[in-house]
């Protein structure tokens, strides 16, 4: 009977233990990507970690960090997010569930504030300024498939790259397309679908996102990056 729990128990920490053994090597391999190292030369120092990840189809890290999003800490949360390769500024807020792809090409500024069910696809390089304010629900895309294509590729990896100037807000379920730049103290309001450049203190709406008015120019507010304890 005693064994019997014993292998409930494990099964049911199984993905906990699992996280501990390899994050470490995931943690060195994020570091290294950051610095662009090469695949071999990674190789050498995260063989077990990209061992695993090849047996489960490049999925752990996609799982480990949905794992990671649900734990009650936000500053647990983020030095998770920073052992991983993101560079994070100070009083930066992750809330519940946020999804990152590739958090070594993920760069989030001083005080910003991602919301709940956040996603963040980091792999053709993000970059968000300082005290920016996504709200729950944003998606934000550097990478997707191209339908002109004859084989359905991901082409032009170069121009997908994705930046938010300093105090932007993006709205509950705003959608960021590849490639688009949103300018310092934008406003893109809720549900807008924004496929190219948001121009400064502009504020747009709608499918596709349309400039409807102009946001003030003299923002000066900061986040101080205080949340809930458990959250």
């Known amino acids: 009977m005693c064994k019997i729990l014993?292998?409930?128990?494990?099964?049911?920490?199984?993905?906990?233990?699992?996280?501990l053994i390899f994050f470490p090597f995931q943690a060195i391999c994020g570091q290294l990507m950051r610095?662009?190292?090469?695949?071999?030369?990674?190789?050498?120092?995260?063989?077990?970690?990209?061992a695993w990840e090849w047996l489960l189809r490049w999925g752990w890290q996609r799982y480990m960090l949905y794992q990671v999003s649900t734990l009650p800490s936000c500053h647990l949360r983020k030095f998770i997010y920073k052992a991983l390769g993101a560079s994070v500024g100070p009083k930066v807020v992750f809330h519940f569930r946020t999804e990152i792809r590739y958090p070594h090409c993920l760069t989030v500024g001083r005080g910003t504030i991602i919301g709940d069910n956040a996603l963040l696809d980091a792999r053709r390089g993000l970059t968000l300024g300082n005290h920016v304010n996504i709200s729950s629900n944003v998606s934000i895309y550097t990478e997707q498939h191209d339908h002109r294509d004859p084989d359905f590729r991901c082409t032009n990896p170069e121009t997908k790259a994705v930046s938010v100037g300093d105090r932007v807000w993006l709205g509950s379920n705003v959608v960021v397309l590849p490639g688009v730049?949103?300018?310092?103290?934008?406003?893109?309001?809720?549900g807008c679908v924004v496929t190219k450049d948001v121009p400064p203190y502009a504020i747009v709406a709608g499918i596709p996102a349309r400039q409807v008015a102009e946001r003030p120019k003299n923002l000066r507010y900061e986040f101080d990056g205080k949340t809930y304890r458990l959250y």
């Open 6 to 19: 014993l292998i409930l128990v494990l099964l049911l920490y199984l993905k906990w233990i699992l996280m």
């Open 35 to 50: 610095r662009n190292w090469s695949l071999k030369k990674i190789a050498v120092f995260c063989a077990p970690y990209l």
């Open 181 to 190: 730049t949103i300018g310092e103290g934008a406003v893109c309001c809720a």
